[in-house]
């Protein structure tokens, strides 16, 4: 974006995001404040779906706010407005002081320190992340029937749809604070998806597919990705249960994902200074198995968790997470950080490019091959509910998938549940796929654990 004119499809510019920052910070320092920060952002973006071949929703969204922080001390006040009069900031400002007035202490508030606020130069480094696309409602529906039309013709036993749909997202943002730093970047994320639907009646199935990228030229194809959600939902037809026992479980790439995100609420701030995580105190301590590395790198050019800065304007670096098994770092902001009695990590707002690798994987290690790893077990390609407690590290899941035996997958499953303790599971990973998966800011192969409790019938 250049500061002379607004970016394709914004309303604001650049230089006017930076005076409205340097308005409100000014606004808070003659209230008295002793620092502030303030943080101004625009989104804007179109939805289209379709069912059947018939348009069934548009949608445009155009989003607007400015949020504002005020410490007195170390009491610490919160206000926002979609208002960018200057008598809405000057409300704003007033309502966020007032608040703090009123706020209790704590030791932990505060901007983050000087020394790890981005300079200049960090902060605008440019990742390529900003890649408008131009498309109309007529278009995007165009897309969308392309995809739901291909997984359609597939094979006469996709019987149905739960419809496609395409998004076309933009925003950017500008913020600063009163200890000098000042920072912000347009970002863009499209995506395309279909939910086909095969058999009927009692054996009717359901499964989707989607892409998701930065760029829209990144894409994959709409009949790609039309005909392998077809594939997807037609191979879970005649899905049955299974008998009780503990076995192997092999993660598909697509799910395993969330096992990396599962690792990361464990390792992050708040649940640690809670102690409401079974990952407490586990820095410099193995806890995944000893082949198993985590990797992080924010600068990843079009990455989908890149960022120069993290959400308080503290700089971002490509770090080992985990080595060998063994926790390097946890995720930590300014506040979560002071209340452990460290520095912050850089991760206000999450996680940036997380990769999970085995020192086992070979080039060769795809799904096939990681099925042939599995022997005899459950390929989980699906996960319902939300058990898991961060406590205990307990795991417990419904789940969908394949039964395999002697290394090939015999039959779908489906109404059967997985548990186990993540504790146990991390360290028993026998192998991760060389079939990596990204999804958002997480990528990772296929993950064989090698026993979990299996219920079924």
């Known amino acids: 974006m250049t500061s002379d004119r607004a970016a394709p499809g914004f309303a604001y510019r650049r230089d006017q995001f930076q005076q409205i920052v340097e308005d409100t910070l000014a606004l808070a320092r003659r209230l008295g404040a002793s620092d502030a920060g303030a943080e101004v952002s625009e989104g804007v973006g179109l939805s289209v779906s379709v069912r059947k071949g018939e348009l069934e929703n548009v949608e445009r969204n155009r989003d607007k706010s400015l949020g504002v922080s005020v410490y007195l001390g170390q009491r610490r006040g919160n206000a926002s407005t979609s208002d960018f009069s200057a ?14 007035r009123f706020t209790a202490e704590d030791p932990a508030a505060g901007l983050p320190d000087v020394d790890d606020l981005a300079t200049m130069a960090e902060a605008a480094l440019d990742l390529d992340l900003f890649h408008p696309w131009a498309i109309d409602a007529a278009a995007a529906a165009e897309l969308a029937r392309r995809c739901e039309d291909a997984a359609l013709s597939t094979h006469k036993l996709i019987t149905n749809s739960e419809g496609a749909g395409v998004s076309a997202q933009q925003a950017h943002f500008w913020a600063g604070n009163t200890r000098g730093f000042r ?3 347009a970002s863009s994320r499209h995506y395309l998806s279909v939910s086909p639907i095969a058999g009927k009646g009692r054996d009717m199935q359901r499964d989707g597919w ?5 760029d829209a030229a990144d894409l994959a194809a ?11 939902t037609l191979a ?9 026992a503990t076995v192997p479980v092999l993660f598909e790439s697509t799910v395993a994902a969330g096992l990396l995100g599962a690792y990361v609420q464990a390792t992050s701030g708040g649940a640690l200074y809670r102690k409401t995580s079974f990952l407490e105190g586990s820095l410099g301590k193995r806890v995944l198995a000893k082949h198993i590395d985590i990797d992080e790198d924010p600068h990843l050019r079009k990455g989908k968790g890149s960022a120069p800065f993290d959400d308080e304007g503290v700089r971002t670096r490509a770090r080992q997470v985990v080595r060998g098994g063994v926790v ?5 902001s300014s506040y979560s950080a002071r ?9 206000a707002g999450g996680s940036q490019n997380l990769a999970m690798t085995s020192r086992l994987t070979r080039p060769g290690d795809d799904l096939d091959a990681m099925l042939r790893k599995l022997g005899r077990g459950l390929f989980l390609t699906e996960l319902m509910g939300q058990g898991v407690n961060y406590v205990t590290g307990d795991y417990s899941r419904g789940a969908a998938g394949f039964w395999v035996e002697g290394g090939r997958i015999v039959h779908p499953v489906h109404e059967v549940t997985i548990a186990g303790n993540l504790r146990d599971m991390f360290r028993h990973i026998e192998a991760i796929g060389a079939d990596v998966y990204n999804s958002g800011s997480k990528s ?3 993950v064989l654990v090698s026993r979990m409790k299996l219920a079924g019938s």
């Open 444 to 446: 990772v192969g296929s």
């Open 210 to 214: 989607y892409t998701s990228m930065r």
């Open 87 to 100: 008598e809405a900031l000057r409300r704003t400002v007033q309502a966020a002081y007032d608040i703090a």
């Open 183 to 185: 920072g912000g970047y």
């Open 236 to 244: 879970r037809l005649k899905s049955r249960n299974v008998a009780t």
């Open 328 to 332: 390097q770092g946890y995720f930590l």
């Open 339 to 347: 209340k452990l009695g460290v520095k912050t990590t850089g991760h």
């Open 222 to 232: 709409p009949e790609v990705v039309g005909r392998y959600a077809a594939e997807r």
